[in-house]
């Protein structure tokens, strides 16, 4: 029960200057003593920044009940950057991009509340005003530089991970929050960035960052919460001059093309929009119920068949099909027929996509856009769901076991989250 987490004072606003404070005069001297013991490897770096941002409202349906939307949260990282003298291939044919691990700590001003509205039908407005509260998210990068000179890098960065929440969705507590339906989350991030160098190893960076909780549709609610703004910090890289100093391979390792099929096991779940929109708007507040927090997970299985053609040593590129198996159907036709529906509901689906894959060492990111040829999910997937669906997921190759890839993505639905799964490729060179 989330009265029973502990208290943390630094969501308030007058503690969010000590944690500031507490950043930059004390994380940062320690990492500049550790410089003059020349204890710092060349490959290893940090930063420490800070972003202001808003949360996004994307439709009319957010509009009508977000009430605040002023975040701030503080970033500390650290990076690993491959050298030209560790010969990698990869960090090469990139332009000698950093990978590395960062933890951000989100304090929230955003506030919640519905009014009253003909369109929560049967759903009555709460006295109080909800919250999103504070989210720890930790994560993992990737920042490519596309531009360097003496004093400059511009570059795009990706994140990926998990994030924790101390506060979530609550019938009782917090009835209007619903963007996060779970304390742990999954955690997307993207941004532009443009550094500028003081000297061989300290920047100033600033950029434009979006970012993105939610928990992947495997519980309820699912709204998601999406931001965007500026972000400034001060970056430490002592692999700069390095970089700077080397002539770029025009000349890569040989890398012939070549085609493989590529077969793709996965196995997830989700829970029902459908019930979540039951349980808020169709159900008495005399129902046990009513705005309820628990819902039913239901296993969904997928699996794909695709030929690809790896043209380059970091991406490949193609098209497949996919077939995916969900245990919900039969609830589904459940609430359609008790609205008096009558429609068709089939736990198969089919589809073609077009697939591709950027390859960095072992690591991958995989993105796939389809068109149903065949979904009967019923009416609210006729509704909310397009002909067509997207994934994106993060894969690690085990080369010493025949390539076998093991990896997690996210099904969805014009970037709605259908469902998450865990999945296992097995691609065989032709």
Not at 275 to 297: C, I, S
Request: proline share 4%; charged share 20%.
């Amino acid at each position: 029960m989330i009265n029973s987490l502990p208290y943390i004072p630094i969501c308030h606003k007058k503690y969010q200057l000590i944690l500031l404070l507490c950043i930059y005069f004390f994380v940062i001297p320690s990492y500049l003593k550790a410089e003059n013991k020349d204890s710092v490897a060349s490959n290893h770096g940090f930063s420490v920044s800070i972003e202001p941002a808003k949360v996004l409202v994307l439709d009319e349906y957010v509009h009508k009940w977000l009430k605040k939307r002023n975040t701030t949260s503080v970033e500390m990282s650290y990076n690993y950057t491959a050298l030209p003298k560790d010969r990698n291939s990869y960090s090469n044919d990139y332009n000698y991009p950093t990978l590395g691990v960062a933890m951000r700590y989100t304090m929230s001003n955003v506030t919640m509340h519905r009014e009253k509205d003909s369109d929560w039908g049967l759903l009555e407005p709460v006295n109080y005003q909800s919250k999103l509260g504070c989210i720890t998210s930790v994560y993992g990068f990737f920042y490519r530089p596309i531009f360097r000179t003496k004093h400059w890098d511009f570059a795009y960065q990706l994140n990926f991970g998990g994030a924790y929440a101390l506060k979530k969705y609550n019938k009782l507590t917090n009835a209007d929050n619903e963007f996060i339906g779970s304390h742990l989350l999954i955690y997307f991030g993207s941004a532009l960035k443009a550094t500028y160098y003081l000297n061989d190893q300290w920047g100033v960076r600033a950029g434009l960052d979006f970012f993105h909780h939610s928990n992947g549709a495997l519980n309820r609610p699912n709204k998601g919460a999406n931001y965007f703004g500026p972000t400034l910090g001060l970056v430490y890289s002592p692999d700069r001059k390095a970089i700077l100093n080397h002539i770029r391979d025009s000349v890569q390792k040989c890398f012939k093309p070549y085609f493989y099929t590529q077969f793709t096991f996965g196995l997830g779940g989700k829970t029902l929009n459908e019930e979540w929109q039951r349980t808020q708007f169709g159900t008495q507040p005399t129902d046990p119920e009513y705005r309820t927090g628990n819902f039913k997970f239901y296993t969904a299985y997928s699996f794909r068949s695709d030929l690809m053609y790896r043209y380059a040593q970091r991406w490949a590129s193609g098209v497949g099909v996919d077939v995916f198996y969900g245990t919900y159907a039969n609830r589904v036709r459940e609430l359609d027929q008790s609205h008096g529906i009558a429609m068709k509901h089939s736990r198969w689906s089919f589809g073609v996509a077009a697939k591709h894959q950027v390859f960095y060492n072992n690591l991958s990111l995989s993105v796939g856009l389809g068109y149903y040829l065949y979904r009967a999910m019923g009416e609210n997937a006729s509704i909310i769901e397009k002909p067509y669906y997207e994934h994106v997921g993060i894969y690690y190759t085990f080369n010493k076991l025949k390539n076998l890839t093991l990896g997690a993505q996210v099904k969805a639905h014009a970037t709605k989250a259908d469902l998450t799964e865990f999945i296992l490729a097995i691609p065989i060179k032709i």
